[in-house]
């Protein structure tokens, strides 16, 4: 079974430019979930979908930052305008369904570094 | 304000020993917990979990203990092996409307020595 598949693995730009990460999850996965993990920190959960709809983005900061799961597969997460703070990995999570108990499976990962 | 603190940064332990790896949390309201292990250039993947009705939960080298009282949980492996060598994050939830939404903590750099 393929993994969670993210792309591109690394990303340079300068301030104030936009950028956007694709996920694939794994096929049949409802839930997908984007997260950003800053240098020293834990994963926060940004953004996270249940089939094309939204269920939370309450930590999403929509002034920049969209995201859309459109036929409810693939992903993309953009930023506009990426500010320095924005520097992180961002990573793409899946599972089954909803559910605290179910097991989310975590793409590798989209490194952003922006100077 | 950090809801979930894994206090050590990083551990070093010999092959064959035990690993004991700490976190604490704050919210009184979390009730479900995940440890994760993480490989350098590689997504988390998901070790063990434990609900707040249990205190201890075991899978093969791996138990974690959860301290309700003190807010505290723990992840023992034992023996310790150097493809152990990893990021080990603590998550923690509570019982939300939107059914996952996982706090994590900073991660603790565990280092098997051979």
């Known amino acids: 079974e393929a993994g969670v598949a993210q792309s591109p693995r690394y990303k340079i730009i300068e301030k104030r430019q936009s950028v956007a990460f694709w996920c694939n999850p794994i096929?049949?996965?409802?839930?997908l979930y984007w997260y950003q993990q800053i240098l020293g920190q834990g994963p926060k959960l940004l953004i996270q979908?249940?089939?094309?709809?939204?269920?939370?983005d309450s930590q999403l900061p929509k002034d920049r930052f969209s995201a859309e799961r459109l036929k409810g597969v693939d992903s993309t997460l953009k930023i506009q305008p990426a500010k320095l703070e924005d520097s992180a990995v961002y990573l793409c999570?899946?599972?089954?369904?909803?559910?605290?108990?179910?097991?989310?499976?975590f793409g590798p990962g989209t490194r952003l570094l922006v100077l | 304000d950090q809801q979930v603190k894994q206090n050590s940064p990083s551990l070093s332990v010999q092959e064959g020993r035990i690993s004991i790896l700490n976190c604490d949390y704050t919210?009184?309201?979390?009730?479900?917990f995940l440890w994760y292990k993480k490989y350098p250039a590689e997504g988390p993947t998901f070790l063990i979990s434990?609900?707040?009705?249990?205190d201890k939960n075991e899978d093969g080298r791996f138990t974690v203990f959860l301290n309700k009282s003190a807010k505290h949980l723990s992840l023992h492996i034992v023996p310790s092996q150097p493809g152990d060598s990893a990021v080990y994050f603590c998550?923690?939830?509570?019982?939300?409307?939107?059914?996952?939404?996982?706090?994590f903590g900073p991660g603790t750099r565990l280092s098997v020595l051979p």
């Open positions: 999570a899946s599972s089954p369904k909803r559910g605290r108990t179910e097991t989310q499976y």
């Open positions: 096929s049949g996965h409802a839930t």
């Open positions: 979908f249940q089939n094309n709809g939204v269920v939370d």
């Open positions: 919210n009184s309201m979390f009730d479900y």
């Open positions: 434990i609900s707040s009705i249990k």
């Open positions: 998550a923690a939830s509570a019982r939300d409307n939107y059914g996952q939404n996982f706090v």
